[in-house]
């Protein structure tokens, strides 16, 4: 199966939002990766519900929304109700995570568990087969832009074997600095997914990177 390619909207001209979006829906992306940032979880502030609703109205891919949030099981209907496919929310910010994937499902939302550089992938160990995605950071979450952190090759391998041993249908997503060569690379490793900010909007010709990182 190919690569799931998700451009992250956080790198868009949101001058231009109705054409950046209708170039996601003329290419071969997958989904649409949403990131929402609250000044709190992380250092900067993105976009929030309103201009999510907007996208959704006009996006003809499946939102894939992370949250970059502290307390995000406050947000489940309200991610719901603006189109929200997969919910994404961070280790670091839920004590109870295991209740805040019960209610994303219950909501009928694809529920994804992020993990930032350094928390590591085997305390999932016991909520790897309730999840349905894993989305591992390769840059700290807040920026677009970054340098990827090779160290979660590594991370991903693991992850693998993790999905394997407990029979998980988690698909593997990998969030920062990616590229055609990080890509490659990380698909090498096991990626089922790839979101890409950066590479693909501030390409000269975003539908063909985002053609080319679907070959990979
Ligand atoms: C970072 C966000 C990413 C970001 C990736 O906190 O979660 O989705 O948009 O941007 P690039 O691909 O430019 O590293
Ligand atoms: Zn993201």
Not at 75 to 86: L, M, S, T
């Amino acid at each position: 199966m190919s690569v799931i390619i998700s451009p992250s909207l956080l790198s868009a001209d949101f001058g231009n939002l109705n054409s950046e979006i209708d170039m996601i829906n003329a290419s071969a992306a997958d989904w649409l990766h949403i990131d929402v940032m609250d000044g709190v979880f992380v250092p900067n502030i993105s976009f929030g519900f309103p201009v999510l609703e907007f996208v959704n109205r006009r996006c003809e891919k499946p939102l894939d929304v992370h949250l970059m949030i502290v307390e995000p099981q406050k947000f489940v209907p309200e991610v719901k109700r603006v189109g929200g496919a997969i919910m994404t929310v961070h280790y670091e910010a839920c004590t109870h995570l295991h209740r805040v994937v019960q209610q994303i499902h219950t909501a009928g939302m694809q529920a994804g568990v992020s993990l930032n550089p350094h928390t590591p992938v085997s305390l999932l160990e016991d909520i790897i087969e309730d999840v349905d995605l894993v989305l591992l950071m390769s840059v700290n979450p807040g920026f677009g832009g970054q340098k990827f952190i090779p160290r979660i090759l590594d991370k991903v391998r693991d992850l693998k074997e993790m999905i394997a041993r407990r029979n998980s249908h988690a698909v593997i997503e990998i969030d920062g600095g990616v590229n055609l060569d990080t890509g490659r690379q990380l698909v090498e490793a096991g990626a089922d997914a790839l979101v890409a900010g950066s590479f693909v909007f501030h390409s000269d010709n975003p539908i063909d990177t985002i053609a080319r990182l679907k070959k990979l």
